[in-house]
């Protein structure tokens, strides 16, 4: 019997729990009913993903192989509005919130047969990670945090878009990271018919690095692409 119909049965708690596939996020859940008065009973589902992901920057200018990730949480809210004279039911995702994003660079020198060697060191860089929605139609309503802040800028496909993002400078090393504990940035409720997608995110991890008076970027408008993150229904 599914969630839905479960739903109808009067008051109840379940836990869901499961571990994504290869490649994509770790999704848990945790659904309870909110009765409302003359109306189906809702569920309310209290849910988080997990992201990883990964670029790979290779400077011929620098002679240097840059390797970025990020990885992180999103913590959101699902709400199951059954309809049953209706249908189908539709959801609400709420309290969307990307919680401790980190994004870290590793940097090697890059060999003359295109291939990334060893540990090297640039003498400065600057890192950073930039989110909007995934799809260019798709433009979430962004709040931020203080240092976070929200850009209009260039989006791989898409042409200009505000998205939300910050970007960290570093002196002379070969590892850098970026934590950001909290919540950092946070996206706008989106309601969907239960047999649509559920909201997918984009991110991109960007650098500026540098060796001596040269430098080199990977950025949203310069040769990186975004990344999905997407939510997951209950």
Not at 28 to 56: C, D, E, F
Not at 163 to 183: E, L
Not at 194 to 208: C, D, I, L, N
Request: charged share 10%; proline share 7%.
């Amino acid at each position: 019997m599914s969630a839905w119909r479960n739903s109808r049965l009067g008051m109840f708690s379940i836990a869901i729990t499961s571990s994504a596939l290869l490649g994509l996020p770790a999704v848990s859940a945790v659904a309870s009913q909110a009765p409302a008065a003359n109306s189906p009973a809702t569920l309310v589902h209290h849910m988080h993903i997990s992201y990883h992901n990964s670029w790979l920057f290779k400077s011929r200018p620098l002679r240097r192989c840059i390797a970025i990730r990020t990885h992180g949480t999103i913590t959101y809210t699902a709400v199951g509005h059954p309809n049953p004279r209706n249908p189908p039911p539709t959801i609400t995702f709420e309290k969307i919130k990307l919680t401790n994003p980190v994004v870290a660079a590793s940097v090697t020198r890059l060999l003359s047969n295109g291939h990334c060697g060893s540990s090297a060191r640039v003498s400065k860089l600057s890192l950073g990670q930039d989110w909007t929605g995934y799809s260019c139609s798709f433009n979430p309503s962004l709040s931020v945090s203080f240092p976070w802040g929200v850009s209009f800028a260039g989006w791989p496909t898409c042409g200009n878009r505000n998205q939300a993002g910050y970007m960290t400078t570093y002196g002379r090393g070969s590892s850098f990271r970026q934590s950001n504990s909290g919540s950092p940035t946070r996206f706008g409720d989106v309601t969907i018919d239960y047999q649509q997608s559920a909201p997918v995110y984009g991110v991109v991890g960007s650098v500026v690095a540098y060796v001596g008076t040269r430098s080199d970027s990977f950025d949203a408008s310069n040769g990186a692409s975004a990344r999905k993150v997407g939510l997951k229904k209950p």
